[in-house]
């Protein structure tokens, strides 16, 4: 059984149309990744595919439950298992770093206390090798430092399910090596990503099941039999 799947997904605009009738299967463990040209659509189907997105017709399932019919403790629970990195990395601008990291506890652990809270953030900004103030905003990180903090936000309630948008991109030699082994260990441990990228070096570091897009339809896929061990 997939763990996410779109049948018969379309998204208009103004009479554009950005996804063509995309039908599409994830298995669980599995690590997929979306290409094709700028402007395919790809990023848009990452978006949907997470419930980010209403499309204009289809429907989006996750563990064979419609997410746009989930009663609201039901998505709580789904946005809960689901980790989103944005490729503007989407931070909340007018709050500093620990309160954009803080958010996603807050919302998903809110018994959590302060204390574990502060505790779960350190951690956090050790992890991915955050090495400036908490209390700076987003407006004075570089763009890879912005890219650094909207992963740790993607992971930090520990999802079962990571989304990510161009991952790579703008961040530094150095942090890549530490990103590609956190996301050996998120596959190791059985967790399922989903992501959009160009960066082939990143690619051809992992088996991903590889997803091609073109004027927002599908027109290849590649999948593999076996997973990352």
Not at 164 to 179: A, H, K, N, Q, V
Request: charged share 25%; net charge neutral; hydrophobic share 40%.
């Amino acid at each position: 059984m997939s763990l996410l799947r779109m049948e018969n997904v379309n998204l208009q605009e103004n009479g554009h149309k950005i996804i063509d009738n995309v039908n599409l299967s994830i298995e669980k463990g599995s690590m997929t990744v979306f290409q094709g040209p700028p402007g395919c659509g790809k990023s848009t189907a990452l978006k949907i595919l997470a419930g980010l997105i209403l499309p204009t017709s289809g429907t989006i399932f996750f563990e064979n439950s419609d997410i746009h019919k989930m009663k609201a403790v039901e998505k709580l629970k789904f946005r809960k298992r689901c980790g989103f990195m944005f490729q503007d990395s989407a931070l909340w601008a007018n709050q500093d770093i620990y309160h954009n990291l803080e958010l996603p506890l807050q919302i998903h652990f809110p018994q959590m206390s302060a204390e574990e809270k502060k505790e779960k953030i350190m951690q956090m900004a050790k992890v991915i090798k955050y090495e400036k103030p908490l209390n700076f905003r987003p407006v004075s990180l570089s763009i890879g430092e912005q890219k650094k903090v909207s992963f740790a936000r993607a992971i930090i309630c520990n999802p079962d399910v990571l989304f990510l948008d161009e991952p790579t991109e703008s961040i530094d030699s150095d942090y890549l090596e530490t990103f590609m082994n956190m996301l050996h260990d998120f596959s190791k441990q059985g967790k399922t990503i989903i992501i959009v990228s160009h960066d082939n070096y990143f690619i051809s570091s992992f088996f991903f099941d590889k997803i091609y897009f073109d004027k927002g339809r599908i027109t290849n896929t590649e999948i593999f039999a076996n997973m990352l061990i």
